[in-house]
């Protein structure tokens, strides 16, 4: 069977790098591109190049925010409690969260969870700046929104006990959300109750 051109089995492999993605899939997208008028394939290309140009992280909570902006929305809104503190696995379980209009405070992004499986610590993730952002003394509620899997059990697990000492009241987002399942594929009504019904961590 003669092989593809090296311009569509790069397209090809690099789709099916991305999650969720399998080669069938992968190999779909590539054809549905080559096909597709020239506008279509130069607006995505235009939209991954800025993606990675444009974009950048929150200096104080680690959500993505554009270039050049040290905070982002959420954290320069003065219509945000400071009092409550969310804090996430990824940026996009902030997005979740926000679709529920349910949360008016601010978050902090973890931007991955602990697993000694994979050699990651306490200090391959955003934990000791989370620490130091508390000892400022303005959050007196953090709310643990990990995912309900192992390693988001065990992320909110050692938070608690790190968090205890400083006073500040912790609590976990309630069961509402599935065991093994992620936040950003959570329902609105599931993430709004999850959050209204949220446990304190004793």
């Not at 090296?6 to 790098?17: E, H, T």
């Not at 997208?29 to 190049?49: C, N, S």
């Not at 391959?124 to 995912?147: D, S, Y």
């Amino acid at each position: 069977m003669r092989s593809l051109p090296d311009p569509v089995q790069a397209l090809i492999d690099n789709f099916a790098r991305l999650p969720g993605i399998g080669p069938k899939t992968a190999s779909r997208l590539a054809f549905f591109l080559l096909k597709a008028p020239d506008e279509v394939t130069l607006d995505l290309a235009e939209a991954l190049e800025n993606l990675k140009r444009q974009t950048g992280h929150c200096r104080q909570c680690f959500n993505v925010t554009l270039t050049g902006e040290d905070l982002c929305e959420i954290c320069r809104s003065p219509n945000r409690s400071e009092a409550q503190l969310c804090v996430v696995e990824e940026p996009l379980d902030v997005q979740a969260i926000e679709r529920t209009g349910a949360f008016q405070g601010k978050y902090h992004v973890l931007m991955g969870v602990l697993s000694p499986i994979e050699g990651i610590g306490p200090d391959q993730i955003k934990i000791a700046p989370l620490l130091e952002r508390l000892k400022q003394g303005l959050v007196h509620e953090v709310i643990l929104a990990t995912n309900p899997s192992m390693e988001g059990d065990a992320t909110a697990l050692y938070l608690q006990q790190r968090i205890a000492p400083l006073g500040i009241k912790v609590s976990r987002l309630a069961r509402g959300l599935p065991v093994g399942g992620d936040i950003e594929y959570a329902d609105q009504t599931t993430l709004q109750r999850a959050l209204s019904e949220r446990q304190p961590m004793d």
